[in-house]
């Protein structure tokens, strides 16, 4: 925060890459979202301190069990409890949420030019992720309750197995079947940037199918780009807000169009540069290099390896009645709950711990992929593509050293730049 609040002046180094104005912009949006990310962060530990000290675990756990009796199911029916715990606690948690939600979308994001959503359209999207979630959470964590019950002892291998397999699942049918749901997909009309991505697939042996264009700017003028897709059938995702001849917030709105457009068009006050074709092919060549270098297949070995380490000491763990009585179950010790107690607090440090390395390894990865645009040829067009971006997004080129290292897991522009600039004169 002394950061920004002291930091006024654009530094000589970053003189030829932002003009006072959009420093000054990215400098008032990153203090922002510092000072509402120190009150929501605070609201958060102190409501999971008081629900920890007032017993509220085991209130909601009670609760579930009257409202599952009811229905006709006895203590015996402990899955029918969890999943109707779940669901409360889930509820709890998107009402609690929902104002911090408010005000980080219709005040900060909307003072700073980025958001695009109406209120309807906010709470429409919030009922439907709220719907969509539970339609997974609530099955999944019945059938893993399920087998760590049925199990034996060694539950933990077969738990593992089957998380892994949804995951797996829920990463293939995600960009096909869910985020529809939320976001319009469109294919890449036919053409000369649509060739050139294909051109550059090939060149590399990347398996592409389809290339789609994402309505991102009804929701945010942020941008993005993203692949998925397993083994030979692998797909591109492009946010219009990443392309110029795409984006909306470049395009006035049509005279004459209904109430909903009107206030669209009054948003987009704020329009963004967006990326030229070449700039566009040189993101994407970054994000191939991370397939082409292994980079997803490592971080899915990573967490899949840190999984099974946890169900293994939740194994060790679960029989431990001090545990469950540290939390306010004295007389059960039902399996979600050790679920929750061990992985959300037993685990806490070691994730901290985990988070730190995954950063650093990202971070990593980042330059690595980097390199990889690099020898594609796309040094110059990253090197112009990274700073538009950073515009466009109201990134903040400057930042404490200890708060970059535990937080970012994109280095920062700076050493990013640095690393293409010798190609980029070359």
């Not at 006895?74 to 509820?91: K, M, N």
């Not at 901290?352 to 971070?363: D, K, Y």
Request: hydrophobic share 45%.
């Amino acid at each position: 925060r002394r950061v920004y609040r002291t930091t006024t002046h654009v530094p000589q180094e970053l003189g030829q890459i932002m003009d006072s104005e959009t420093f000054e912009k990215s400098r008032l949006y990153q203090l922002d979202k510092s000072t509402f990310s120190f009150w929501s962060g605070l609201y958060s530990e102190v409501e999971g301190t008081m629900i920890l000290l007032c017993g509220g675990i085991p209130f909601l756990w009670n609760l579930s069990g009257q409202i599952s009796g009811r229905a006709g199911f006895g203590p015996e029916y402990e899955i029918v409890q969890s999943l109707v715990f779940l669901l409360l606690a889930t509820l709890f948690s998107a009402v609690t949420g929902l104002p911090w939600s408010l005000y980080n979308t219709f005040v900060i994001e909307e003072k700073h030019g980025f958001n695009q959503q109406t209120l309807g359209f906010f709470f429409k999207d919030a009922v439907k992720k709220f719907i969509v979630t539970q339609c997974i959470l609530l099955p999944v964590t019945s059938l893993l309750l399920y087998i760590i019950k049925i199990g034996g002892d060694y539950f933990f291998i077969y738990a593992w197995l089957f998380t892994l397999v949804v995951s797996l699942v829920l990463v293939t049918i995600y960009a096909d079947y869910i985020a529809p749901l939320f976001d319009k997909f469109i294919p890449l009309p036919e053409g000369e940037l649509k060739q050139q991505i294909e051109t550059m697939a090939k060149s590399i042996d990347f398996p592409l199918t389809k290339v789609y264009v994402v309505e991102g700017s009804k929701r945010s003028s942020h941008s993005n780009a993203y692949f998925y897709g397993f083994f030979k059938n692998k797909r591109i995702v492009l946010f219009d807000t990443l392309l110029e001849d795409y984006s909306a917030l470049n395009k006035e709105p049509a005279e004459g169009e209904d109430g909903e457009n009107e206030e669209k068009k009054s948003k987009a006050k704020n329009k963004k540069q967006g990326c030229k074709n070449e700039e566009v092919l040189a993101v994407l060549g970054h994000e191939l290099g991370h397939w082409k270098l292994g980079h997803t297949v490592k971080n899915i070995i990573i967490s899949q390896m840190n999984s099974f380490l946890c169900f293994f000491l939740f194994a060790v763990l679960i029989g431990r009645k001090e545990l469950f009585a540290a939390f306010g179950f004295y007389d059960t010790q039902p399996t979600l709950i050790g679920l929750m107690i061990i992985f959300q607090f037993i685990f806490s440090p070691y994730n901290e711990v985990l988070s730190f390395c995954l950063t650093v390894l990202s971070r990593r990865f980042e330059f690595q992929a980097d390199a990889f645009a690099k020898e594609l040829g796309k040094a110059k067009d990253l090197y112009a593509a990274l700073i538009k971006l950073n515009k466009d997004n109201l990134g903040f080129p400057v930042s404490d050293w200890i708060f970059s290292m535990w937080h970012y897991s994109h280095p920062p522009l700076l050493e990013r730049l640095q690393a293409l600039k010798d190609a980029k004169h070359e």
